[in-house]
């Protein structure tokens, strides 16, 4: 016989609260798993639409937010120039004695940007043209303009190296017109002369002599032809791909360079600096075109740092880019003379006069050039040049692009203000080029990430609440379930019963789901005995009665199939019904049918 309806009605309230047990299992499980993964998959879905918004907001387009701003810069741009005074003029020219330099510095520039004429191309290209120019800011200096200091005559040093395998008449001729003018390897002049040039009566008596042709121009200085100067570019926009944005594909009309001595050297890498793409990492290395380096200059990642509070990433000019093809390799293109000195770059091929650009203070440059002159201290914190970059948006919060011009000087027979100089690269300027965003603009972009990793601890925080909710709704359940299953109408909800001596439990029956009968197996000798002891719980299940015969005397034995042998005493157990008292908890004996 099986259990019967009440027993059934019971057994699926427990299916139910199990089922439903399963069910908060399932969720608890799935919310550890949802704090776990969650945050990171909310955080991924954000960052995808960052990065969205953030290549629209960064694509040259006149419909972009950065539009504007990279059309006519606001941002304050500064030029710092820091010049080298010789000292000891006479004693290096007649003794050959060591330069002795004393900085000073800066003399500090507002440098202005306009770009006009722009044409939007196929390819994701646009044109335009670039006017600079500099002004001066006497409250950001050590000095004026008309401040003067002893550096080296340009136009001699560099009429010099000209005519070093030149014929003797010509060398004559030279040194004659210096004499007339006064003119010595050194001169003194102004800050205004030095950097933006004047008209030198030496070189326009040569110019007579020579033509126009040989020589164009008569005014001298360092950078003649930058303050207010126009050139003309090509670039990529982003709009298709976002880390082309601002590269390079043209500049001044040319998509490459003509004056270095490989194709490698000659490539127009990168951009001009003022925009990177977004999406920045440490891997890359990013490439600026630099024009008075006449090259692409590297910047390679070296730390993170935390700027304005935000974490951002510091990339640096490498050593190796002022290095000859000696100590590295890739830079023989750089190199078109017969000797290139390590830590000077050479680039008299692409300006007018024997021009080498090195890191200020030679930084970088082997020993023996920095121990040719007195004055010289190389610091890697003043002279590096380096960017601060939000590698999510790729907006550089900071630059300092910094490169000191040096003039190469030497001694040539039949010029005799050259004579007993000593031949090697003389320092002139050193530049620094600073930019340095607003830190309320890095304080709205921390606030926006803020933000952002706020959504991560909301999912976080609602998996951990979910999970503990449905833990202790499990307790709670789990609790309610012992206790349906241990009550009894009129007993104790925790009773039990076990058998002195081995036997089983075979039945159960229920009202309203609650256990009222217990059945079970005993031997015969036990019958009326109330050999009931608290030894072991039974187990409160319904189990299905094996069927049974009643006997006479009110005891039963199982039926016997065919094939079972007969033998045996068949009254050695009988079905006990065994009641349990409230009060007292004594067994109340007897045998009974089970119904």
């Known amino acids: 016989m099986t259990c019967r309806s009440r027993s059934t009605c019971a057994t699926c309230c427990l299916a139910y609260a199990m089922c439903f047990m399963v069910t908060l299992s399932i969720i608890i499980i799935v919310s550890i798993m949802g704090a776990i993964k969650g945050p990171s998959a909310v955080n991924e879905m954000v960052e995808d639409k960052i990065s969205t918004v953030i290549d629209e907001m960064m694509v040259l387009e006149p419909s972009s937010e950065i539009f504007q701003s990279w ?46 004429n722009l044409t939007f191309g196929d390819n994701d290209t646009l044109s335009f043209k670039q006017k600079t120019w500099m002004e001066f800011v006497p409250e950001l200096s050590v000095g004026y303009e008309n401040d003067s200091f002893t550096t080296v005559n340009i136009p001699l040093a560099a009429s010099v190296s000209v005519l070093k395998y030149a014929d003797w008449f010509s060398k004559m001729s030279v040194s004659a017109v210096a004499s007339i003018h ?121 730390e993170d740092i935390t700027f304005y509070d935000v974490p951002m990433m510091k990339f640096h ?103 007993g100089i000593r031949s090697m690269y003389y320092p002139l300027t050193w530049i620094e080029m600073g930019v340095d965003l607003p830190e309320s603009l890095a304080t709205d972009y921390k606030n926006q990430m803020s933000a952002v990793e706020g959504y991560d601890d909301m999912v976080f925080y609602a998996f951990i609440a979910t999970a503990i909710f449905c833990f ?43 256990p009222t009968d217990i059945y079970v197996k005993i031997p015969n000798e036990d019958i009326g005995n109330n050999n009931v002891t608290d030894e072991q719980k039974y187990e409160q299940k319904c189990d299905i009665i094996t069927e049974s015969t009643v006997l006479s005397n009110g005891h039963t034995h199982k039926h016997q199939t065919d094939d079972e042998s007969s033998s045996g005493d068949e009254h050695d157990e009988v079905l006990w019904k065994v009641h349990i008292s409230e009060a007292n908890g004594n067994v109340i004996s007897g045998p009974e049918t089970q119904v």
Request: include cysteine; charged fraction near 20%.
């Open 472 to 514: 202790l709704l499990f307790i709670l359940t789990a609790i309610c379930v012992i206790l349906q299953c241990c009550k009894k109408r009129g007993v104790r909800d925790d009773s039990y019963v076990t058998m002195k001596k081995e036997g089983s439990i075979t039945s159960k029956t229920y009202t309203d789901g609650i």
């Open 182 to 302: 006064g003119h010595q390897m050194f001169i003194k002049l102004s800050v205004g002369e030095i950097l933006w040039g004047y008209e030198d009566p030496f070189m326009k008596q040569l110019q007579d002599l020579a033509g126009k042709e040989a020589i164009p121009s008569y005014v001298v200085g360092i950078l003649p032809h930058v303050n207010g100067s126009v050139i003309s570019s090509v670039i990529n926009t982003g709009a298709s791909n976002i880390t082309e944005l601002n590269k390079l594909i043209e500049w001044n009309g040319m998509t490459e360079l003509d004056w270095w001595g490989s194709k490698e050297a000659n490539m127009i890498n990168g951009s001009d600096g003022s925009i990177l793409h977004p999406e920045m990492t440490a891997e890359e290395t990013i490439y600026v075109y630099d024009q008075i380096h006449c090259r692409s200059v590297p910047y390679i990642y070296k």
């Open 71 to 116: 059309l006519d810069p606001q941002i304050p741009i500064y030029q710092k120039f820091y010049f080298f005074d010789v000292q000891n003029a006479d004693d290096v020219l007649n003794r050959g004695a060591k330069p002795r330099l004393v900085e000073i510095g800066p003399y500090t520039y507002r440098v202005s940007i306009s770009r006009y």
């Open 317 to 419: 000019i490498p050593w190796y880019t002022y290095a000859n093809a000696s100590s590295y390799p890739p830079n023989a293109g750089f190199c078109l003379q017969d000797s290139c000195p390590d830590g000077i770059l050479n680039v008299t091929s692409c300006m007018d006069a024997n021009f080498g650009i090195s890191a200020p203070h030679f930084l970088y440059a082997s020993p023996d050039i920095i121990d040719s002159f007195d004055g010289i201290e190389p610091n890697e914190t003043k002279h590096q040049s380096y960017m601060v970059v939000e590698p999510v948006t790729g907006v550089s919060y900071t630059q300092r692009r910094r490169l000191q011009m040096n003039l190469y000087m030497e001694s040539v027979d039949g010029i005799m203000q050259s004579e």
